[in-house]
Structure formats: structure tokens, C-alpha cells
């Protein structure tokens, strides 16, 4: 089991950066496919990001392309997103959420890394506010 704990979100205005972090409990981490997403009222849950085991393979929604970038280190048990050029529809709660997977390499295969019940345990999320 692991707790996920996420924390980098505050208000800031368009074009400006952030960078969320997202600290997992366990000894295991390595072993865990992370993914990051945002919901904002009214709205289902999206994804946004994701990063395989090892760092090795990395996906983005399109709506974030070019602009976020997301990193692990293992040793640390952190997973991060670097938010750049913030734009006022990023306006959301974000959550990141981690899947025990270690016969997972990387996301070249069918593993919907994309879809919510691809995760097993959640954070309780950080808000990101982008003002116009």
C-alpha cells in the first residue's frame, strides 16, 4: 500500500510556472506507475500526465503538450510536474494517483495509463488557480 500526498499548487497568473509534487509513502515506489490529474468543478476528472517505473516513458494530454513535463525520483519516493506557461483553463484541483504495476516497463504496450480505474491509490489534491 502506499500514500500519495501532493503538494506546489497556489494561484498565479497566465504564463507564469508551477511545479507540483507528489510524495509517496513505501518502499516500493519503483515499482508504482504514477499519473497526475485535474478536475475542475463541474467536470469529470482528466488526465494530464504520466511516468512509467523508471522514468523511462512519459505521456501527456495534448491540452498540456510543450508545456508541462513530468519527472520521478525513485529515490526520494517524489514524482514531479513542472507546469509551464500556466493559462487560466488549467484552473484545477490536481490529483496524482499511483498503480502497483511492476511487470509495467513503460507505456509502448496496451496499459491505459489514461483512464482513472488504471490507479490504485489517490491523493487528496492540490488546487492550481491561474488568473487571467
Known amino acids: 500500500q502506499v500514500q500519495l500526498v501532493e503538494s506546489g499548487g497556489g494561484l498565479v497568473q497566465a504564463g507564469d510556472s508551477l511545479r507540483l509534487s507528489c510524495a509517496a509513502s513505501?518502499?516500493?515506489?519503483?515499482?508504482?506507475?504514477v499519473g497526475w490529474f485535474r478536475q475542475s468543478p463541474g467536470k469529470e476528472r482528466e488526465f494530464v500526465t504520466a511516468?512509467?517505473?523508471?522514468?523511462?516513458?512519459?505521456r501527456y494530454a495534448d491540452s498540456v503538450k510543450g508545456r508541462f513535463t513530468v519527472s520521478r525520483d525513485n529515490a526520494k519516493n517524489t514524482v514531479y510536474v513542472q507546469m509551464n506557461s500556466l493559462k487560466p483553463e488549467d484552473t484545477a484541483v490536481y490529483y496524482c494517483?499511483?498503480?502497483?504495476?511492476?511487470?509495467?516497463?513503460?507505456?509502448?504496450?496496451?496499459?491505459?495509463?489514461?483512464?482513472?480505474?488504471?490507479?490504485?491509490?489517490w491523493g487528496q489534491g492540490t488546487q492550481v488557480t491561474v488568473s487571467s
Open positions: 494517483a499511483a498503480a502497483y504495476r511492476p511487470q509495467v516497463a513503460s507505456f509502448s504496450g496496451s496499459y491505459s495509463y489514461q483512464e482513472t480505474t488504471s490507479y490504485d491509490y
Open positions: 513505501g518502499r516500493t515506489f519503483s515499482n508504482y506507475i
Open positions: 511516468i512509467s517505473r523508471s522514468g523511462v516513458s512519459r
